[in-house]
Structures are given as structure tokens and as C-alpha cells.
């Protein structure tokens, strides 16, 4: 299977603070990645699909980029209704794969 | 707006199965990868396995030997049993649409439902 890791685990970060996480695969999925927010005691929300594209409703602050085995998603001013966990999840193969989650702290 | 809402006992002995139901409203079950994916307390998400409308499956190769999805278009149902479940596989647990995007072959999961707590304990 597919191993997906994500970068870093936690961060602290402030409103208006551009916000990087990485998410590297194991083998190369070409575009095949997707990204999720997810706050607490709710349901994952789709986010960026296929590395780069913005989901319909999704603010423009969000971006996603990357293929092959590194991809990045991008927050370009955070909001203080971004604070959330952000999960990365490939499709590549039939088997499915999440990462571990990123947590985005408030600093 | 397509709704999903997963429905199941919230509490599982262990050694039995563990079966949900997701009811799927406000749009049709054909077409789409149906997904069930977990989330164990202060853990990340691991995905289940999906049915595709058509009835063939793809399931967590880790937990192959004990799921099952299927699904009842009669009903724009979907379901998973588990079995011989232990406290490890104590989550809550979420339904969800797969969505293929013709242009990369990629799929997402763009509607969820709420997600529903599964203990298993005696």
C-alpha cells in the first residue's frame, strides 16, 4: 500500500500567517491527492482535489500544488475559521490512504 | 443537497459484528464510490473500504478478512459489517460519497455524514 506523510504533525500560527503543509507519498500517485479539513467533533471537508483543484465553495486562501511523491497545501492568510486539522488522502491505487494529519494551532 | 446519515448500535461486544447502515437523501446512489472510513478518539481517519454502485468493492487490505460493504439501491443504502471486533476497533465511524473526477481519473470524498461513535466494550 500507498504510505502518506505529513508535515509537520502540529503548528502554532497566527491570523494572517501563510501556512505550508507537506504531504509526501511513498511512491509516486502523479495527481491523484486530495485535501480535508477537519474541526473537531465534525466531519472531514473537502478542501482540493486532484493536488490543485479548489473545491467548489472553498475560500481562495486555500491552494494546493505537487505531483508525483510531494505535494503542498497552502493557506495563504489564515483565518481564524482555519484552525483545524488538515488531512491529505491519496487515490492513486484502489486502497485508499489518509495522512497522519497536520493540527493548526492557534499562536 | 445530498445528505448521508449513518445509523447503528453505539455499542458493540467484543467478538461480534458491527454492522451501520448509511442512508443516503437528496440525490441517487448510482454513479459514485460509497465509502466508509473511521476515526478512532484523538486519532486520524483510516479508510475502510467503498462499494462502487455496481456492487464491486475495495476494502483496507488491513481489515479485508472482516468488512463487507454492500449496498441497496432500492433502498439508496449503503452498509458495513465488521466482525469479531475488539476495543481497537472502538471509532466513529463515517460514511461518505466518492466522487470520480473525469479529467485525472482521481476520486474524493466531497458529502460526509455526521459520523457515529462505535464502542466496543462488554
Known amino acids: 500500500d500507498i504510505q502518506m506523510t505529513q508535515s509537520p504533525s502540529s503548528l502554532s500560527a497566527s491570523v494572517g500567517d501563510r501556512v505550508t503543509i507537506t504531504c509526501r507519498a511513498s511512491q509516486s500517485i502523479s495527481s491523484y491527492l486530495n485535501w480535508y479539513q477537519q474541526k473537531p467533533g465534525k466531519a472531514p471537508k473537502l478542501l482540493i482535489y486532484a493536488a490543485s483543484s479548489l473545491q467548489s465553495g472553498v475560500p481562495s486562501r486555500f491552494s494546493g500544488s505537487g505531483s508525483g511523491t510531494d505535494f503542498t497545501l497552502t493557506i495563504s492568510s489564515l483565518q481564524p475559521e482555519d484552525f483545524a486539522t488538515y488531512y491529505c488522502q491519496q487515490s492513486y491505487i484502489t486502497q485508499w490512504t489518509f495522512g497522519q494529519g497536520t493540527k493548526v494551532e492557534i499562536k | 443537497q445530498v445528505q448521508l446519515q449513518e445509523s447503528g448500535p453505539g455499542l458493540v461486544k467484543p467478538s461480534e459484528t458491527l454492522s451501520l447502515t448509511c442512508t443516503v437523501s437528496?440525490?441517487?446512489?448510482?454513479?459514485?464510490?460509497w465509502s466508509w472510513i473511521r476515526q478512532p478518539p484523538g486519532k486520524g481517519l483510516e479508510w475502510i473500504g467503498y462499494?462502487?454502485?455496481?456492487?464491486?468493492?475495495n476494502y483496507n487490505p488491513s481489515l479485508k478478512s472482516r468488512v463487507t460493504i454492500s449496498v441497496d439501491t432500492s433502498k439508496n443504502q449503503f452498509s458495513l459489517k465488521l466482525s469479531s471486533v475488539t476495543a481497537a476497533d472502538t471509532a466513529v465511524y463515517y460514511c461518505?460519497?466518492?466522487?470520480?473526477?473525469?479529467?485525472?481519473?482521481?476520486?474524493?470524498?466531497?458529502?460526509w455524514g455526521q459520523g457515529t461513535l462505535v464502542t466496543v466494550s462488554s
Open positions: 462499494i462502487y454502485y455496481s456492487g464491486s468493492t
Open positions: 437528496g440525490g441517487s446512489i448510482s454513479s459514485y464510490y
Open positions: 461518505a460519497r466518492g466522487v470520480e473526477d473525469t479529467a485525472m481519473v482521481d476520486t474524493f470524498l466531497d458529502y
